[in-house]
């Protein structure tokens, strides 16, 4: 069912409802010894503002960036730090030579629809045949799908069947980095 799908999105309508099943799926990982690359957003609440402060937790070393930055009273504007978005896609994209065996982002977002944010990282994580885990909000999905082509799973935000997609690509994973290890 999910052998040719090495990309598979959770795809949502509003508000944070994927992350819950995110998280418990990546602690599921973690305990099974599973080696991930990627980041999850997390978010606290600004005392003095209306949004809350975004973070990105890094999966490998449970590191947290900041991405948002403050644009003062009254603003309106976009309040993502696309140095910070950069700077995290640098360093998910080295992460990625280790070789590990998914590579999970909590966003498909309005970066990665204009061809920026994570969006090269997804690229890479595919041409070294590592799986990606992504959610996707009900607006961005035509650049998804654009994107993507026939290569996603649809899988909805349900530990089980994340755990099912995964399971049927690791074999093709690692036999893949195992190739390409010895031809080093």
């Not at 997390?42 to 930055?69: F, M, Y």
């Not at 498909?108 to 920026?116: I, L, N, S, V, Y």
Request: proline residues 8%.
């Amino acid at each position: 069912m999910y052998d040719a799908k090495p990309l598979a999105a959770i795809r949502y309508g509003h508000g944070p409802e994927v992350d819950p099943a995110l998280d418990a799926f990546i602690e599921q990982l973690q305990s099974l010894g599973v080696t991930m690359a990627g980041c999850v957003q997390r978010r606290t609440p600004d005392g003095g503002s209306c949004c809350p402060i975004s973070h990105l937790e890094d999966l490998a070393s449970g590191s947290h960036t900041r991405i948002t930055q403050p644009l003062g009273p009254g603003s309106t504007g976009c309040r993502l730090d696309p140095g910070a978005l950069a700077n995290a896609a640098e360093d998910l994209s080295r992460q990625l030579e280790k070789q590990p065996d998914v590579l999970i982002l909590s966003r498909f977002g309005r970066g990665e629809a204009e061809g920026r944010g994570f969006r090269p990282v997804i690229e890479r994580a595919v041409e070294l045949g590592i799986p990606v885990l992504t959610a996707v909000k009900k607006r961005y999905e035509p650049e998804w799908e654009d994107f993507s082509a026939d290569m996603a799973a649809d899988l909805p935000a349900d530990v089980e069947r994340l755990m099912n997609w995964l399971l049927s690509q690791l074999p093709n994973h690692r036999q893949n980095s195992s190739t390409e290890q010895a031809t080093r």
